[in-house]
């Protein structure tokens, strides 16, 4: 399918009206001495078919680039498709005045979504718009469209789980985890230790109820240090000696993949439809930290912003920035939380009279929303050159 509309639509209509047989001009109707059209006539004309057969092409070839642009923004205290995006059950909630946008990117060059010349032409002069090979973007050159969809389907899955769990904690209820292993970090002395499907149910001797506790229980250990991990394997509880590994903040880490599956004490559906990935899960945090307390705290302001969530709320880092900035400026919003590790991309592309602050943990975010919407936002941290 064209990335735009053709110039033209196609018609049922004759171009000049309905012409019936006795109409059609014949040879021997012509004048002898009727005018012959000139050279410059003719060359004209053949230009003009040639840049009509060149603009045709521009809307239909693929290229081998990919055009990333600023996408839609949802304000997810909103409504999509007459849904509510965030629906919360099972505890108080609270009007909200003000609007919290999530925001996106539009990328062409894919797959199923190919670039054609003229969609390339358009991001090179674009400002907000980034053209650069397509293998940059997509790197795997088999992948489906159908693939594609899936994973970025999934990401969104995960970060409204992300989400909900980091909210809840934040708003200070508990939220019980099963803790299963799915594997062990290649190289790390827990490789051959645990087994896929161990279930952690203590650290050192400390219960670990959910997976703050874990968190919590790994902050006092350093690099290095031995541990006992408890596991259940098999309906039976074993003790697993590891020594730690060393994480690239220097913090230590036991070198196993956990799937930890949630029993939320809140029930929380997002429904969103045509947006994927992860790069939201802040600003669903965020929507229901406001909906699920008394203050409203955005308080009649406009704020968009991005950034990946883990369960205990650490915010990471996104792509396309800069057409999220722009996205957002464009659809009214005066403020934007930018996740702290973009920072370098920020600076010196802020669109308009945007305003960013920067933020690392949900408990940021909810700090800026709340100065934000109380006035004070010229006292948040924002993106420095330095």
Known sequence: MP???????????????????AEVARTDDVPADAPRPGARAVTLTLSMLVSAAVFAVMLVVPTAYAVSSPGPTKDVLGEDQGKPLITISGAPTYPSTGELHLTTVSATGGPGYPSTPL??????????????????????????????????????????????VAALTELGYEVPATLTVAGAV???????????????????????????SLLDGLAGVEAGDTITLTVRRNGAEKDLTIETGTKVDGSAMIGVYIDPTFDMPVDITISIDGIGGPSAGTMFALGIVDKMTKLDEANGEVIAGTGTIDVNGAVGPIGGIRQKLEGARRDGATWFLAPASNCKEVVGHVPGDLHVAKIATLHEAREAMTAIGAGKGASLPTCTAG
Do not use: C
Not at 199 to 212: E, K, M, S
């Open 119 to 164: 969609r390339v032409l358009q991001g090179w002069f674009s400002p907000w718009s980034n053209v650069q090979p397509r293998e940059v973007l997509f790197p795997d050159a088999g992948e489906t469209r159908e693939q594609v969809d899936k994973a970025n389907q999934q990401a969104m899955v995960s970060s409204q789980e992300n989400a909900s």
């Open 3 to 21: 990335d735009e509309p053709l110039p033209f639509p196609p018609s049922d209509e004759p171009a000049h009206g309905d012409v019936g047989p």
């Open 186 to 212: 290649q190289g790390s002395h827990a490789e051959g230790v645990v087994q896929t499907g161990d279930i952690i149910v203590a650290l050192d001797g400390t219960p670990l109820p959910d997976y703050q």
